[in-house]
């Protein structure tokens, strides 16, 4: 019996490590690029079916067709305020932060999901869970928004991964 869970914790240890993501060449983030795109589009397809739903419902709808949350960030917030106390909605982001930088330094996009809310979330809080987990996306995080009811959603998949696709085209000049 200790051999079997040996085994088992070993067998998920190998798991968790061959599924991290990594990437160091701009065909490797192609690579990730393009399964996560596609993954999205097959959640995206039942997307509707979690309006007015938890949020928590979303990000299990998002695990079980193979798309971890990896980060949030604050999008949709009272910025007209010197001190902003409400916010509306966030972003979901699905690589970490080290192949985000990797993705800004080559200017490469990556897809994103916007999920507005019903509720008026406070917006010092979410704030602080930003700064205190860097963003990240964990239980604590998950925990605030998890009631949180699904107002609306938008899928951004750019097919284009460059964000500047003309940028290095000659440009023509009629004479």
């Excluded at 085994?7 to 190998?14: E, G, H, K, Q």
């Excluded at 067709?65 to 106390?85: A, W």
């Excluded at 979901?92 to 930088?101: E, G, T």
């Amino acid at each position: 019996m200790k051999h079997i869970i040996k085994l088992i914790i070993i067998l998920s240890l190998f798991a968790q490590v061959c599924n991290a993501q990594k990437v160091e060449t701009v065909e490797e983030y192609k690579v990730l690029y393009s399964k996560l795109a596609s993954r999205l589009r097959i959640a995206e397809k039942d997307s509707s079916c979690f309006i007015g739903k938890p949020f928590s419902e979303l990000a299990k709808h998002l695990e079980k067709c193979g798309v971890k949350i990896e980060s949030v960030g604050i999008t949709n917030f009272d910025s007209q305020k010197v001190t902003p106390q409400n916010l509306y909605g966030i972003r979901l982001l699905f690589i970490d932060n080290k192949i985000w930088n990797f993705a800004l330094t080559n200017e490469l996009r990556h897809p994103d999901v916007y999920v507005d809310f019903n509720e008026i979330l406070p917006y010092q809080q979410a704030l602080s869970l930003v700064k205190e987990y860097k963003g990240n996306f964990t239980e604590e995080v998950e925990e605030f928004y998890s009631k949180a009811t699904v107002k609306s959603l938008l899928f951004a998949i750019p097919d284009n991964l460059s964000m500047f696709p003309h940028r290095n085209k000659p440009v023509l000049i009629n004479e």
